[in-house]
């Protein structure tokens, strides 16, 4: 069973950055392929980004490829987001994923079995 615990979140100014963090503990880190994912109110839960067990790849959805970053360090169990030029559309609740590779596409959320719990992204208006 693998915990995961976000941090990092909270209240930017558009075009601000930001770096979130995904503690994981109670197996293998470098066992899981990393993703992350937003929800933002109102809307359907959507992928973000997503790097292999080594991270040597990684791939984003359009929508934030260029300005936000993803990487792990397996040494210390975490993966991180780095968010840069936060837009209007970018808030929501930001959750990391693991998942062992498998049939499904990386993007697809059905594809990880272990969630956190969400930190809060907000841009002041």
């Known amino acids: 069973q693998v915990q995961l615990v976000e941090s990092g979140g909270g209240l930017v100014q558009a075009w601000d950055s930001l770096r979130v963090s995904c503690a994981a503990s109670g197996g293998t880190f470098s066992s899981y392929d990393m993703g992350w994912f937003r929800r933002a109110p109102g809307k359907e839960r959507e992928f973000v980004a997503h790097?292999?067990?080594?991270?040597?790849?990684?791939n984003y959805a359009n929508s934030v490829k260029g300005r936000f970053t993803i990487s792990r360090d397996n040494a210390k169990n975490t993966a991180y987001l780095r968010m840069n030029s936060l837009e209007p559309e970018d808030p929501a609740v930001y959750y990391c994923?693991?998942?062992?590779?498998?049939?499904?596409?990386?993007?697809?959320?059905?594809?990880?079995?272990?969630w956190g719990q969400g930190t809060q992204v907000t841009i002041s208006s």
């Open positions: 790097i292999t067990q080594s991270g040597t790849v990684t």
């Open positions: 994923a693991a998942r062992i590779p498998s049939a499904y596409y990386y993007s697809d959320g059905n594809g990880y079995r272990y």
